[in-house]
């Protein structure tokens, strides 16, 4: 992405119901703005011009191809935009975008919205008037990967100190606050995004840089991310009822020294869509060199569903050979993104300390990886550092297994003893849950069996301050938190 100075747009007649400026590429020196105390704010952040108006006319917010970086205060009234190149949210900006504003990402531009350290993103919808990121194409023609996505980047912790957020951005995050604020995600849809920027370098739905938690998350939904739905780099901030939904890559990635508390959560996979890296529900990670660093990846989840794709599909089958991956169909986006099969519903390594509890897996290959291929994660599992607990299992091919891309050899001994050793967990039919469909999802994904709702145990320390429930699993019987707010067909919803 060019880096290019910015300019005031020509004073617009007051005639307009709104006046709206804007920063864009000229090679000549900004043109001072009539009233430069009143209407704008000009600074330079990393060798960028910026201002603090954030909108071209037409509700187009950013510039095109060119970075955009937004200072100052400023909320966007409920309506339609459309979002070009990256736009940043620098230190100290606030951008609030009010209930049921859809903004598209612009597929030519690339356009992601990425808020800095110190900067906030205020996004609170409702379940009536949910906040919409999705794709500017056309009605029945978006894909996974159709513009960037959204990158939030804070000042909490993580175990590399200072990082480089992924997916090619020049923000960095990480700092010494574990209670930083970077603002609100509350009834809120990201869909279709991902856009590859390099090989290997793909924003994620949602991504979140050491994100403190001051920071308020629930209630988002991510669809058909070209990436993973959630990546966690570090932080501390805590999740409540998020769902992935077919995406491309892993559901819910945790790295670098990731703390924090997620419960309340549903995967739902395509059985067309999965990536060359293995698609998992959860993959986690402490360090990818499998370094034993501080602070040590250590989420608690609680509460989550993932219904995989064995579990939609009876006539799945996860290729393997070479040139014989999964057809991704109509949603395939050619775009560089690389086809490939499923592998886990829990594929832990690199001296993860992830802990699970209170959960259902169904229709995965394989239901746990504990690998050591980098890093002792065998080793905390049998330490206790990694907990998982009250977990069901349905129709998978293989409980465990210990290595990453090469479980198709058969079952193998830790992780397989690790999961049938630990309180609570179960091997079950899928007809044991009792499970039938949500009245806004087409998907069997709530459970009806007796058994589920007696299943759940809130004994561990380490869930001391989850919400207690008495069911294993995201749903209660007939608790259908995806009312009202959620999309499963945005593909063909006019926007």
């Given at each position: ?221 991510i669809s058909y991310s070209n990436d993973d739905a959630f990546e966690w780099f570090g932080g501390t901030v805590n999740c409540t009822h998020i769902i992935s939904y077919k995406t ?248």
């Amino acid at each position: 992405m060019k880096k290019n100075k910015c300019f005031s747009w020509a004073v617009i007649a007051l005639s307009m119901a709104t006046m709206m400026t804007a920063c864009s590429s000229e090679n000549n020196e900004p043109t001072p703005p009539v009233n430069p105390e009143e209407n704008y704010t000009w600074s330079v952040d990393g060798g960028l011009k910026a201002c603090n108006n954030l909108l071209f006319p037409g509700n187009v917010i950013g510039n095109g191809d060119d970075e955009f970086v937004f200072v100052g205060k400023q909320t966007l009234p409920k309506g339609i935009y459309i979002l070009k190149g990256w736009v940043y949210i620098a230190n100290g900006a606030e951008l609030t975008i009010e209930p049921g504003t859809i903004i598209k990402g612009d597929k030519t531009s690339k356009a992601a919205l990425i808020v800095e350290r110190g900067g906030k993103l205020i996004a609170q919808g409702s379940k009536d008037a949910p906040i919409v990121f999705t794709s500017a194409q056309p009605k029945g023609e978006r894909k996974p990967g159709d513009w960037g996505g959204i990158i939030l980047c804070g000042k909490a912790p993580n175990n590399q100190n200072e990082m480089q957020i992924e997916g090619g951005p020049r923000t960095k995050h990480g700092g010494d606050n574990p209670q930083d604020n970077s603002g609100i995600l509350s009834y809120v849809r990201i869909e279709f995004a991902g856009y590859p920027f390099q090989a290997n370098q793909e924003i994620n739905g949602l991504t979140l840089g050491s994100v403190g938690s001051g920071t308020k998350i629930d209630h988002v939904q991510i669809s058909y991310s070209n990436d993973d739905a959630f990546e966690w780099f570090g932080g501390t901030v805590n999740c409540t009822h998020i769902i992935s939904y077919k995406t491309w890559d892993d559901d819910f990635d945790t790295d670098n020294g990731y703390n924090g508390n997620i419960q309340f959560g549903l995967s739902v996979r395509d059985p067309k869509i999965a990536d060359t890296s293995n698609s998992n529900g959860f993959e986690s990670d402490n360090w990818k060199d499998g370094t034993n660093l501080s602070p040590m990846t250590s989420p608690i989840f609680s509460n989550m569903t993932f219904v995989g794709p064995m579990a939609l599909d009876p006539n799945f089958v996860n290729k393997a050979g070479a040139g014989e991956y999964i057809n991704a169909g109509t949603y395939n986006p050619n775009n560089g993104a690389a086809l490939g099969r499923f592998q886990a519903a829990f594929h832990l390594r690199r001296f993860t300390n992830l802990s699970c509890f209170n959960s259902i897996a169904i229709g995965y290959p394989v239901g746990l990886i504990i690998e050591n291929d980098k890093g002792d994660a065998q080793g905390a599992a049998l330490k206790g550092d990694i907990r998982l607990q009250n977990i069901w299992l349905a129709n998978v091919e293989l409980v465990g297994s210990d290595k990453n891309s090469s479980w198709s050899v058969g079952e193998n001994a830790f992780s397989k003893t690790f999961f049938e050793t630990q309180t609570g967990n179960k091997v079950v039919e899928t007809a044991k849950l009792g499970l039938k469909i949500g009245s806004y999802l087409n998907i069997p994904c709530i459970p009806t069996a007796t058994e589920v709702f007696k299943a759940a145990s809130f004994t561990d320390s380490k869930l001391k301050s989850f919400e207690k429930t008495q069911y294993i699993g995201a749903f209660g019987n007939n608790d259908n938190w995806l009312a009202g707010w959620t999309n499963f067909d945005p593909n063909q919803t006019t926007y």
